[in-house]
């Protein structure tokens, strides 16, 4: 329905900032969440934040809340996620998802079913 595309990543020293920027394109209505994931090697993959474009709410995990944000731009049919005094913990590669309202998703997160994934952006945080 909808095609993610992600671009920012890079590596960076601790306390680095980036900004990852998710594009949207295709002609589906509004999606009822966007999602940003990650997932290093070995690791499952684990939601980072969400935000609800419909109302612009966002809410990110306790271990990044401090140092991340999420934003849209409407008018570029993109969201970004603001990654500030980035730790090597923070390693990772970071993904986008969609949730278009389909009945199933590849991945469900505080109700928020995800159904269509970017293909991923490598954020690498050295010591």
């Known amino acids: 329905q909808v095609h993610l595309v992600e671009s920012g990543g890079g590596s960076v020293q601790a306390g680095g900032s980036l900004r990852l920027s998710c594009a949207i394109s295709?002609?589906?209505?509004?999606?009822?969440?966007m999602g940003w994931f990650r997932q290093a090697p070995g690791k499952a993959r684990e939601g980072v934040g969400r935000?609800?474009?419909?109302?612009?709410?966002?809410a990110l995990i306790d271990s990044v809340e401090d140092r991340f944000t999420i934003s849209q731009d409407k008018s570029k049919n993109t969201v970004y996620l603001h990654m500030n005094a980035l730790k090597p913990e923070d390693t990772a590669m970071y993904f986008c998802a969609a949730d278009i309202g389909l009945k199933y998703g590849t991945l469900e997160w505080y109700g928020c079913k995800f159904s269509d994934w970017g293909q991923g952006t490598q954020v690498t945080v050295s010591s």
């Open positions: 295709g002609d589906t209505d509004t999606p009822r969440c």
């Open positions: 935000i609800y474009p419909g109302n612009d709410y966002t």
